[in-house]
T-cell receptor, first 111, second 112 residues
Framework: EPEVTQTPSHQVTQMGQEVILRCVPISNHLYFYWYRQILGQKVEFLVSFYNNEISEKSEIFDDQFSVERPDGSNFTLKIRSTKLEDSAMYFC?????????FGPGTRLTVT | GEDVEQSLFLSVREGDSSVINCTYT??????LYWYKQEPGAGLQLLTYIFSNMDMKQDQRLTVLLNKKDKHLSLRIADTQTGDSAIYFC????????????FGQGTTLQVKP
């Protein structure tokens, strides 16, 4: 069964550094998402992406964040200058239309 | 804004039924979902229900929806130790792109 994959599984970075989280959505899906889950808190929506552009973003998704689908298969989330409070599990998801299928997540630790 | 609330913890004995409850605020939600998260893993879609349905059954899983009270429940029959996980309720936002709004998750502990 096709799956959403994410790399790396765990990323440790220093405050102020740039990180890129990578995702390979399921191949025939059209909608792509990033969510995050800070330890002990709810899973929160960050951004949705359709037809090569952002369709919706949350208040969390400020100018430090960007998303890209560089080559038709990968879907990336970049954080330009990481802050301590960016430490979280980041989930990528894709959807044909309807139900999202989530990847296993990337745990980002900012020190 | 929209909100989804769940109780945090449920403990049952193997073989018993588990009922995980959820309340939501967006009466315009079209779909409601249950996701399962095992330790170290991602969110696995378990089941979903369309808002014009009252009940959906899928093998050991039964979803009940009370639209009037905005209450959703997930019943797991004959609960097994492998069902131990965190269960997330989520509603589909009725706005723009229909993002998912999650509850905080219910940790289900199944004792042998």
């Amino acid at each position: 069964e096709p799956e959403v994959t994410q790399t790396p599984s765990h990323q440790v970075t220093q405050m102020g550094q740039e990180v890129i989280l990578r995702c390979v959505p399921i191949s025939n899906h059209l909608y792509f998402y990033w969510y995050r889950q800070i330890l002990g808190q709810k899973v929160e929506f960050l951004v949705s992406f359709y037809n090569n552009e952002i369709s919706e973003k949350s208040e969390i998704f400020d100018d430090q964040f960007s998303v890209e689908r560089p080559d038709g298969s990968n879907f990336t989330l970049k954080i330009r200058s990481t802050k301590l409070e960016d430490s979280a599990m980041y989930f990528c998801a894709s959807s044909p239309t309807g139900s999202e299928y989530f990847g296993p997540g990337t745990r980002l630790t900012v020190t | 804004g929209e909100d989804v609330e769940q109780s945090l913890f449920l403990s049952v004995r193997e073989g018993d039924s588990s009922v995980i409850n959820c309340t939501y605020t967006d009466s315009s939600s079209t779909y409601l979902y249950w996701y399962k998260q095992e330790p170290g893993a991602g969110l696995q879609l378990l089941t979903y229900i369309f808002s014009n349905m009252d009940m959906k059954q899928d093998q050991r899983l039964t979803v009940l929806l009370n639209k009037k009270d905005k209450h959703l429940s997930l019943r797991i029959a004959d609960t097994q130790t492998g069902d131990s996980a965190i269960y997330f309720c989520a509603e589909r936002d009725s706005g723009n792109t229909g993002k998912l709004i999650f509850g905080q998750g219910t940790t289900l502990q199944v004792k042998p």
